[in-house]
């Protein structure tokens, strides 16, 4: 089977059952979800510890059927689940509880690890505003919304435990 097919070739694409351009909302939306997974599995390659690694996997695979019930568009395609979203927010406030609290801004670049859970954060957070702007035009599945969200909060928390746990 060949990797190029051709079809693509007008600037369409294939929305599972639907023929779509690909500036269509929902391309971009997995596109940028496609970002997000890449940035976290080279946060992954640069993270020692397993059960990080372990969570980082989990993440991945929660982001990759995301995109397919956004590719389905359609309610009986929802995958994301509230305990997806309170995966993570235990996730932070295990984090929290050994971190010291914050009192200034930070910047997360003092390691590969650091820098590759805020690049991770930062495209995080390019997707939930793309998310909220299709959310504007047809339903979405709102723990997916929720699970953007906090994400975003984990890799930031994520890249302080890092590099703060290393102290």
Same mark, same amino acid.
């Given at each position: 089977?060949?990797?190029?097919?051709?079809?693509?070739?007008?600037?369409?694409?294939?929305?599972?059952?639907?023929?779509?351009? @690909?500036?269509?909302?929902?391309?971009?939306?997995?596109?940028?979800?496609?970002?997000?997974?890449? /940035?976290?599995?080279?946060?992954?390659?640069?993270?020692?510890?397993?059960? +990080? $690694?372990?969570?980082?996997?989990?993440?991945?695979?929660?982001?990759?059927?995301? /995109?397919?019930? +956004?590719?389905?568009?359609?309610?009986?395609?929802?995958?994301?689940?509230? =305990?997806?979203? $309170? %995966?993570?927010?235990? $996730? +932070?406030?295990?984090?929290?509880? +050994?971190?010291?609290?914050?009192?200034? %801004?930070? $910047?997360?670049?003092?390691?590969?690890?650091?820098?590759?859970?805020?690049?991770?954060?930062?495209?995080?957070?390019?997707?939930?505003?793309? %998310?909220?702007?299709?959310? @504007?035009? =047809?339903?979405?599945?709102? %723990?997916?919304?929720?699970?953007?969200?906090?994400?975003?909060?984990?890799?930031?928390?994520?890249?302080?435990?890092?590099? =703060?746990?290393?102290?």
């Amino acid at each position: 089977m060949k990797i190029y097919t051709k079809k693509g070739d007008q600037g369409q694409t294939d929305l599972m059952a639907i023929r779509v351009g @690909k500036d269509d909302p929902h391309i971009d939306l997995i596109g940028l979800l496609d970002e997000v997974m890449a /940035n976290l599995l080279m946060l992954k390659h640069y993270i020692k510890a397993t059960d +990080i $690694k372990n969570d980082l996997i989990k993440i991945h695979d929660i982001l990759f059927m995301m /995109n397919y019930e +956004i590719a389905k568009n359609s309610v009986d395609g929802y995958q994301t689940k509230e =305990e997806d979203v $309170k %995966f993570l927010e235990s $996730k +932070i406030d295990q984090y929290d509880h +050994i971190l010291k609290p914050l009192t200034k %801004f930070i $910047k997360l670049d003092q390691n590969e690890e650091t820098l590759w859970s805020n690049m991770a954060r930062v495209v995080t957070r390019r997707a939930e505003r793309q %998310f909220v702007e299709l959310s @504007k035009t =047809e339903p979405l599945n709102q %723990f997916s919304l929720s699970f953007i969200n906090r994400l975003s909060d984990y890799l930031f928390t994520l890249g302080r435990f890092v590099f =703060e746990g290393r102290e």
